[in-house]
């Protein structure tokens, strides 16, 4: 009987593929049984925004689904930038997740010298979740009663009206609308749109553009007047209100849209499961009627759809920002 012994060569070989076998079948077993502990919706914006709402009626549909509790983690402030690190520097593991809009994932290159994580290199793309507009709001006891009155009041008094923003989507409709009417009005920023609003409301400031989900209670509850949305065309939950296109301002059209990513490097697996959980509760009745509410479109895809939506966007976002003349920070 002949016995064959492994070289010393071939036995470390053994060892190594072993080992990277091993490695490989880690995260392969953790992703089998994902989820088993809680997830973390992180949102880059103060609790009431547009993009809170969101998460918090997609979180409980997910929760549902998954089993396990979601958790809204609002780091809001620095236009995402607190939020968005947080999660590219998370473990890939699917715990983390970010749920986010086009201000971290397009607009931020474009409106700073830098930015501190890289939006596409930094992140997993799981799905795009919902598209929407904005309406141009001032106070109810403001001057202005359309769009047009506010636009004469501006060209009256360069450079003393004011606008707020509490994001990348809600500052450039304001610089955009500033370049397409030829006014001279002056920009406030804020850390997030809630914030912007009770300051519209107290008065601060003349107008700004909000998110739906946040502007159209405003202005439901009579705390604000809307002169205009900003899409192509009028939200159902604002039927009378025209569009800014409609309102004087030809060619106007500026929306945003709500998503859902991983840091770099989640399991396939992994994003796999939460694509089907997000696609899920995109069909679920209580997303169904926040959509409606709020004028929202459903705009689920896969993770290859919004990866390629998010690389046309950013071109997109760049034409607009640079047409508005926008220089960056």
Do not use: C
Request: no cysteine.
């Amino acid at each position: 009987m002949i016995l064959f012994r492994p070289s010393r060569r071939a036995a470390t070989t053994a060892l190594m593929l072993s080992a990277a076998a091993l490695a490989m079948a880690a995260p392969l077993a953790q992703a089998q049984d994902y989820p088993s502990k809680p997830i973390t919706l992180v949102v880059p914006f103060a609790a009431g925004s547009g993009t809170d709402q969101s998460a918090r009626v997609y979180g409980q549909a997910v929760s549902d689904d998954l089993k396990v509790p979601v958790v809204v983690d609002n780091k809001g402030g620095a236009s995402g930038f607190i939020a968005a690190q947080h999660v590219a520097k998370a473990p890939p593991d699917g715990y983390t997740v970010f749920i986010t809009t086009n201000t971290t994932q397009v607009a931020n290159p474009y409106l700073f010298k830098t930015v501190p994580y890289d939006p596409v290199k930094d992140f997993t793309p799981i799905a795009l979740l919902a598209k929407g507009q904005m309406l141009l709001l001032v106070r109810p006891d403001a001057p202005y009663k359309t769009l047009a009155d506010l636009l004469a009041a501006a060209k009256k008094r360069p450079g003393k009206l004011n606008f707020g923003s509490g994001s990348s989507s809600s500052q450039v409709a304001g610089e955009l609308l500033k370049q397409m009417a030829g006014v001279d009005v002056t920009h406030v920023p804020y850390k997030s749109n809630p914030q912007a609003i009770t300051d519209l409301i107290g008065g601060q400031f003349d107008f700004m553009f909000a998110d739906a989900p946040t502007a159209v209670p405003q202005v439901q509850g009579g705390k604000l007047r809307a002169l205009a949305a900003s899409g192509a065309q009028r939200l159902a939950a604002a039927p009378d209100v025209p569009t800014v296109a409609e309102a004087g301002v030809k060619g106007y059209d500026m929306s945003y849209w709500f998503a859902i990513y991983g840091p770099a490097g989640l399991p396939p697996a992994v994003v796999k499961r939460l694509n089907a959980a997000f696609g899920k509760a995109s069909a679920s009745p209580e997303v169904q009627a926040f959509q409606a509410k709020t004028s929202g479109e459903v705009a689920f895809g896969t993770p290859e759809a919004l990866a390629q939506f998010q690389a046309t966007d950013m071109k997109k976002w760049e034409r607009v920002i640079r047409a508005a003349g926008i220089e960056p920070q």
